[in-house]
């Protein structure tokens, strides 16, 4: 994910949180506001509740990793942000929390927007 790809200030993820939408998973909260840009940029949370350093920086990473993962429609601003059980799940458990919140947003790129130039080759 390049730099141009991440919320870095807080005034951006102050946004996202006032103006935005929220969709809750069990393992993820999603927060989505549209950014009028060419791609999305990402932030990701894990709170001090969720447990230490170390699986805080874990959760982050296998949410980014799963962000990075799943095709999503472009010129959005999204925010995951991790509850209490992703402490102890799995990539796959968060893969899927992710791409259901996504789904929900009406965000998840269909086949077509994302296979074009693979079908057209066909």
């Avoid at 919320?7 to 006032?18: A, D, G, P, Q």
């Avoid at 894990?46 to 799943?70: P, S």
């Avoid at 472009?74 to 991790?82: E, K, N, Y």
Wanted: glycine share 10%; proline share 2%.
């Amino acid at each position: 994910m390049g730099d141009k790809q991440k919320l870095r200030k807080n005034s951006e993820f102050t946004s996202v949180y006032e103006c935005g939408k929220t969709w809750a998973g069990e393992l993820v909260i999603l927060k989505t506001l549209s950014n009028g840009l060419g791609w999305n940029r990402y932030g990701f949370v894990a709170g001090k509740r969720l447990g230490k350093a170390v699986v805080r920086n874990r959760v982050k990473r296998l949410l980014r990793e799963a962000a990075r993962a799943i095709p999503a429609k472009s010129g959005w601003d999204l925010v995951l942000i991790a509850r209490n059980p992703a402490a102890t799940a799995n990539y796959h458990e968060l893969k899927d929390s992710v791409a259901g919140l996504l789904r929900r947003a009406r965000i998840l790129a269909e086949k077509d927007e994302v296979g074009g130039a693979e079908r057209a080759s066909e």
